[in-house]
């Protein structure tokens, strides 16, 4: 559930705030080629017409594995410290039918992540910035066997 | 309808620097120590020299931008140089504008220079990227080791091989660089290690540990390219052709559903099928007697192995555990200690590549010299699995 002071890691990539967030791809009006995030060309057939499209929430672990050191800043713009540093999850998930996205996991044990898994979107809290504002990311979660 | 390059060019000089942590020489220095071996390697003079082409990855903390860091270090007589980058296969992009100038009968001789000059900017690993072919600002923090580990965990699963078998099988590539660079008097890293020590090294991403990352190293590799009549001309005997040089970049649909199983590099399977095509290789695994590598991770090492068609798919695990690409293998890979213990400078290292193929074919290798060698090919994979630049190259006795 967003809070006030929470803002998206980049304005456009996903839907916010939103109690069911979905990413925000684009879908050509031409060929219905599906692209993340959103960009105003096809590169399928190279037609300049195509439409905000809202991905699937849900989709396949299709490979992943665990990031298990403090990538170098910038580009990277996590708060952590080598101190403060956890390894975290990294994968590709499959939206059927439509584009792969890579993506925090919000898993990051190696015994608790097999590709094939089903994932769910979620928002994620990833850092502060200096005016004390939450910034969020999207990341996927697994979803709980029923 | 294009012939393609087989045997239209020559390489009459090569030279490369010592590899490693260069703290006392700038990118001049090692340009020229590559260039003095070449040139008298070559022995042709300076003016002979009709273009010039340098690879550079990160312009800004090797060199700087355009062709005059070339034209300066070397005091070229004003010929053109023309700055190349495209990821990891910089320096054989290099060679392939080189190679084409003189093919296209524009120059008769040219030069391809590579070179990278990091070790001093304070990194490990590579150093920072900037805006462009790769996500920036919401990327989700995965690395180039990141981005890897993905490609075992892929093949693991595509395959059905345990984490355990997979991970040995990396380490016995690893090992193999690190045997083969003991042996190579120029290469960055010289010490043996053993499989234990790759198995018990720290995580970096799960299922890559230390040893299955190579890091990044200074130092410069050129070639000297001519026509054969030209080479038979200045007395050359001994020629060393250009096969085939072909390079595939990825065009997106990696990403798109189910185009693509992850477990191998889409665009590495089109350059090498266009290579064999171009240079008139039927079977590569009977025919080619060695083969450079880019084993930026030792995963990347085994799953290369498949897309060359060398192993069958998902039989590169097993040929690597019988020791088909070892130094006294069927194939030897990496014989001069490949990324990992020679070194990766990045706009340097296809051209390294080349060099050991070249030295190997005219019997001058030294310690690590394979019995009459005539065909090797190499490979460089520039970016991730799913979006790279990769180049296939094969050189070759005039004759073969
Ligand atoms: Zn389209």
Redesign the pocket.
């Known amino acids: 559930m967003a809070r006030p002071n929470q803002i998206p890691i980049a304005e456009g990539l996903f839907t916010w705030p939103d109690d069911n967030p979905r990413l925000i791809g684009s879908r ?1 009006r ?4 599906v692209t993340f995030p959103h960009q105003p060309s ?1 590169p ?4 300049e017409d ?1 439409e905000d499209y809202l991905l699937a929430r849900k989709g396949t672990l299709w490979t992943w594995t665990t990031q298990g050191f403090l990538p170098k800043s910038p580009p990277y713009a996590g708060p952590e410290t080598p101190e403060t540093f956890r390894p975290y999850g990294v994968g590709y998930v499959e939206l059927p039918g439509e584009v792969r996205v890579e993506a925090r996991l919000t898993e990051s044990d190696p015994e608790k992540l097999g590709i094939g898994m089903a994932m769910e979107l979620v928002v994620v809290p990833f850092a502060t910035d200096s005016q004390g504002n939450e910034i969020v990311t999207f990341a996927f979660a697994p979803v709980p066997k029923t | 309808m294009a012939r393609g390059i087989k045997d239209k060019v020559a390489i009459i000089g090569m030279g490369c620097s010592r590899f490693g942590e260069r703290w006392n020489d700038g990118p001049e220095e090692l340009m020229i120590e590559a260039f003095d071996e070449a040139i008298a390697d070559a022995g042709i003079a300076k003016d002979d020299l009709g273009a010039a082409w340098l690879g550079v990855f990160f312009q800004e903390q090797s060199t700087g931008k355009s062709g005059l860091p070339l034209s300066q270090a070397l005091r070229l007589p004003n010929i053109p140089v023309t700055r190349v980058e495209n990821l990891c296969a910089t320096g054989t992009e290099a060679l392939r504008g080189a190679v084409y100038a003189v093919a296209a009968g524009a120059v008769d001789i040219a030069l391809a220079m590579g070179v990278e000059k990091l070790k001093d900017t304070g990194y490990s690993g590579l150093p920072e990227r900037t805006k462009g072919t790769f996500e920036d600002l919401w990327l989700p923090g995965s690395t180039a080791p990141g981005s890897f580990a993905q490609l075992a965990s892929a093949y693991a699963a595509k395959h059905g091989v345990s984490m355990e078998d997979l991970k040995r099988a990396m380490a016995h590539v690893s090992w193999k660089s690190h045997e083969n660079g003991a042996l190579n008097p120029k290469a960055h890293l010289r010490n043996r290690i053993t499989i234990e020590k790759v198995l018990e090294a720290p995580m970096i991403s799960y299922p890559l540990g230390l040893y299955d990352c190579c890091g990044v190293s200074d130092g410069a590799a050129c070639a000297i390219v001519t026509t054969p009549e030209i080479a038979r001309e200045l007395g050359k005997t001994d020629l060393v052709t250009v096969k085939a040089m072909q390079l595939a970049p990825s065009n997106g649909v990696e990403m798109s559903h189910a185009s693509w199983d992850g477990a191998h590099a889409m665009t590495a399977r089109i350059a090498a099928k266009r290579a064999y095509e171009e240079a008139g290789i039927r079977n590569p695994r009977e025919e080619l007697d060695l083969i450079e590598v880019h084993d930026c991770f030792s995963i990347t090492e085994l799953v290369t192995m498949e897309d060359l068609g060398v192993s069958g798919d998902g039989e590169a695990v097993r040929d690597i555990m019988d020791g088909v690409f070892d130094r006294d293998g069927a194939l030897p890979v990496q014989v001069d200690g490949g990324l990992k213990c020679f070194g990766h400078p990045i706009g340097a290292t296809g051209l390294r590549m080349v060099y050991e193929i070249y030295l190997q074919i005219l019997g001058r290798a030294g310690e690590r010299q394979l019995d009459n060698p005539r065909l090797g090919l190499t490979h460089n994979l520039g970016g991730i699995p799913n979006r790279n630049v990769c180049s296939v190259s094969i050189f070759g006795r005039y004759d073969a």
């Open positions: 050509c031409a060929c219905g080629e096809c399928a057939c190279c037609a195509t």
